[in-house]
């Protein structure tokens, strides 16, 4: 038996929108990051609007889109990094652009939404270690799946000890793949604690290969409201033909030109088996008003937004 249908609240539009939970809870199970530890996920800094990110390029970072939808085309973004947002630890924007497919709950659409955008920095930034996205089958297949482990790694809200709220602080913390959408685009991931928040929409969810070394596997799109109860994560390679187009920046490496490398589907031809838990009554997800989207999921009730 399913477990019920529950509520996920998506506000993805516009960043009036965006509210931190009135009662603040302990959440994570996380820990900073060490130095030198993720250096390629960076922070984004509009006004007072923040999202996290992860670099594909020196000069390029990948974020989510609803980060950058509703900004004028003149607007500077900061773009921080290191261990914590730190004066004078930070490079300007060069530009920026929203994926051409994204499409918001509010216009109708409930998952695989390619939130996905990219800002060009002014600098380049001097990484050594910039993990590659994940788009080789052999690599998908032994990650992408339900239980699989992947690493969320954000600069947004964790709280301390006395349950007052730090953000802008890299955290890290290794939760589990709760299902994929039928396409496969677009994961579910966390729970029981241990999450992101607000301020790491946008930022990476990684898987670890077998030799140690990382790869992007998802963008963080929106998830659990208060935090702790997972969130939802785009997979990067979905956006990889739209960047190389756009910025001349290949992350399958030459490999790839005509991005249909990578099988993701979640669907048996055979017996139209589903990896996702049915998430209505129609097999889709419900809309209970403009910014409101029911999911029946396997493990508790789950009320959530975007995470800038």
Request: with cysteine.
């Amino acid at each position: 038996m399913h477990a019920p249908a529950l509520s996920i609240l998506v506000l993805l539009a516009t960043h009036a929108d965006v509210a931190v939970p009135s009662a603040p809870q302990r959440i994570f199970g996380g820990e900073p990051t060490l130095p030198g530890e993720f250096d390629a996920v960076v922070g984004l800094r509009i006004g007072a609007f923040q999202c996290s990110g992860t670099l594909i390029s020196p000069t390029h970072v990948l974020t989510a889109a609803h980060c950058l939808a509703d900004l004028p085309a003149d607007a500077v973004i900061e773009v921080f990094f290191g261990e914590r947002d730190t004066p004078g630890m930070q490079v300007t924007s060069a530009g920026f652009a929203v994926h051409p497919e994204f499409c918001p709950p509010s216009e109708g659409c409930d998952e695989d939404l390619h939130d996905f955008g990219v800002v060009e920095l002014e600098t380049p930034l001097a990484v050594d270690d910039i993990p590659p996205i994940l788009w080789k089958q052999s690599e998908w297949d032994a990650t992408m799946k339900e239980g699989a482990t992947v690493t969320l790694v954000g600069y947004g809200r964790s709280d301390n000890d006395d349950g007052t709220p730090t953000i802008g602080v890299k955290r890290k913390v290794a939760v589990e793949i709760d299902w994929l959408t039928d396409s496969g685009l677009e994961f579910f991931a966390g729970g029981e604690g241990k999450d992101s928040c607000e301020g790491d929409s946008g930022g990476p969810a990684f898987v670890r290969m077998a030799d140690g070394s990382y790869r992007l596997a998802g963008v963080l799109s929106r998830g659990s409201v208060p935090c702790g109860d997972g969130g939802v994560y785009g997979i990067p390679y979905a956006a990889a033909c739209w960047i190389r187009d756009t910025y001349g920046v290949d992350l399958t490496e030459g490999y790839c030109g005509t991005c249909e490398c990578l099988e993701t589907s979640q669907v048996d031809d055979g017996c139209a088996c589903r990896t996702s838990p049915d998430r209505g009554p129609s097999g889709g997800p419900i809309f209970l008003s403009v910014a409101a989207v029911l999911f029946g999921v396997r493990r508790m009730a789950r009320t959530g937004r975007s995470r800038s």
